[in-house]
């Protein structure tokens, strides 16, 4: 075979092998950039994620504070009108439990929001504080009926003995529920920090 031609073939198998390496080359480096691309995609993601979170975590904590404070007001006036009960100066005040009620909307919303934001785990602990938030209404409810039906002396009273169908419920019954919705929100914090990056349930 002449030598010319043998050279030629050489010379265009080098080249196609040099094409192709070029070309894996290339490709390689393409999904090297995809890669990179969507990674930080995904980082961009997880940190809008994590923030979207943070906020309405702490919007929740926030509001259900706020909440405990005016429940804590209000049996407070009711504890202060009961005790005054027989007295010449009447002191607190029956509160208007509609009204507390609405007050309290912006925590039900609140809570919405760390439902949307997820995770499931999280939303559950804030369920338990609005569970609990609703024993503390529920038993301030039961006191200011109580008080209301004693117009001669202080339910709160140790002298006073009252028989009821069911569970008494007096100034320090409302207190410890209070004090559990208190307890509900740590726990809700504790959980919320514990799964911040969580993904489908699991730790990022």
């Known amino acids: 075979m002449d030598t010319a031609f043998i050279a030629a073939i050489a010379g265009v198998a080098g080249a196609l092998v040099g094409g192709v390496a070029t070309v894996a080359a290339a490709r390689s480096s393409s999904r090297g950039s995809v890669g990179a691309v969507a990674k930080s995609g995904a980082d961009a993601y997880g940190m809008s994620v994590r923030q979207t979170r943070m906020d309405s975590y702490q919007e929740f904590a926030k509001a259900a504070r706020l909440a405990v404070s005016q429940i804590q007001d209000a049996a407070n006036s009711v504890g202060a009108y009961s005790q005054s009960i027989g007295e010449d100066e009447r002191r607190g005040a029956i509160p208007s439990l509609q009204d507390l009620l609405a007050q309290l909307d912006p925590m039900g919303d609140a809570a919405i929001r760390v439902r949307l934001a997820g995770p499931k785990v999280v939303a559950e602990e804030a369920h338990a504080v609005l569970e609990k938030c609703g024993n503390a209404l529920g038993d301030l409810e039961s006191y200011v009926g109580l008080v209301q039906s004693s117009p001669f002396m202080s339910v709160d009273s140790d002298d006073l003995t009252i028989i009821t169908e069911g569970p008494l419920i007096r100034y320090r019954e409302v207190a ?17 920090r514990d799964h911040l990056d969580d993904w489908n349930g699991r730790p990022a």
């Open 176 to 192: 410890a529920s209070i004090g559990a919705v208190s307890n509900a929100i740590a726990g809700f914090l504790d959980v919320a």
